[in-house]
């Protein structure tokens, strides 16, 4: 049965790329101290103040005043990236629950909300000190409801961005990534610092950091697929074949990405210089050791017109940030 536990790190049901917060300052699902098993990548990856296009997504109200944490997420967390003054882009796993199928690839996304209100920060935490919250005025969401083929989604804001808080980024729909892979690929996310999963219980421990923004690059490209080739990796969260075949619009990268990270953005390590987004961070497999071993990003190129449309909608074509 390939179940895929990456739903374990697309969605907070059991435990999530959207982080989500059971009232513990050092953990998320389940509580306690993680146990020492770490990737490289975004886990462990430096703190970023410069790249402030990323932005945190909370799911649900934040703590109310009075309270520890008072004005932080008090519900599950994601990650998003500005591309344009008022728009946000994401993965709409953070957005919609999911109606688990088996395989895992059959799951679909159903019409219900993953929570309520969504709020978004510029601030480099939604769990620490006091950030400053930005409401959503829409949604957008593809047509399609595949999990591993529309896990993408647009936030249009209220209110604009200031440019003197953070410049939006280019993205790129025309790159075929299947035809023109990148060979190294960079992410700015909010992820957890640790993760391990217990591949007995299936339980996933985690130390969430403080969600605060990070920074990796040269994380390696293992495959990308169009529909004719298969790219096949080790998943031990998807027993008993301990495989997970990656379906046409995933591009799979090394072992990056965690609970917090879902919907930051993916750039080309050649162009992050100039960053331009090129894919959302979707969800994670797992190795043998219980760690993260590789990330699963959906292609923008798959998206191209919805995005095209949504920006328009948003922006105006004047504005749009395209490359």
């Not at 939006?168 to 993760?195: K, T």
């Not at 080739?229 to 998807?238: N, R």
Request: charged residues 20%.
């Amino acid at each position: 049965m390939e179940s895929m536990r990456a739903d374990i790190l697309i969605i907070g049901l059991m435990a999530s790329a959207c982080a989500v917060d059971t009232g513990s300052t050092d953990t998320v699902e389940p509580q306690g101290e993680a146990l020492g098993q770490t990737s490289s990548s975004l886990i462990g990856a430096d703190i970023d103040t410069e790249h402030t296009f990323d932005l945190g997504i909370c799911i649900g109200d934040l703590v109310p005043a009075g309270q520890p944490g008072a004005g932080t997420c008090a519900g599950a967390a994601c990650s998003g990236t500005l591309i344009g003054p008022g728009l946000v882009l994401t993965a709409q796993h953070c957005l919609r629950q999911i109606d688990f199928g088996d395989p895992f690839c059959k799951s679909t996304f159903t019409t219900e909300p993953f929570g309520s209100p969504i709020q978004v920060t510029v601030s480099s935490s939604v769990r620490v000190g006091t950030p400053t919250w930005l409401q959503v005025q829409a949604e957008l969401l593809p047509p399609g409801k595949g999990v591993c083929t529309d896990d993408v989604a647009l936030l249009i804001l209220a209110e604009p961005v200031p440019s003197r808080v953070a410049l939006p980024v280019h993205i790129d729909v025309n790159r075929d990534l299947a035809r023109d892979q990148p060979r190294e690929v960079a992410i700015v996310g909010r992820g957890s610092i640790a993760d391990f999963l217990d591949l007995t219980t299936f339980e996933l421990f985690e130390d969430d950091g403080g969600l605060q923004r990070r920074v990796q690059q040269h994380i390696p490209v293992q495959c990308a697929v169009d529909g004719i080739d298969v790219c096949q990796v080790v998943d031990y969260s998807s027993p008993p074949s301990n495989q997970f075949t990656s379906p046409a619009g995933y591009l799979v990268i090394g072992g990056s990405v965690s609970p917090g990270d879902s919907g930051s953005g993916v750039f080309d390590q050649r162009d992050f210089g100039t960053p331009t987004v090129i894919g959302v961070t979707s969800a994670a497999t797992f190795g043998a050791d219980g760690g993260l071993n590789h990330g699963l990003i959906t292609r923008l190129d798959t998206h191209r017109d919805f995005l095209l449309d949504g920006m328009r909608r948003a922006l105006g074509r004047a504005a749009m940030q395209l490359k």
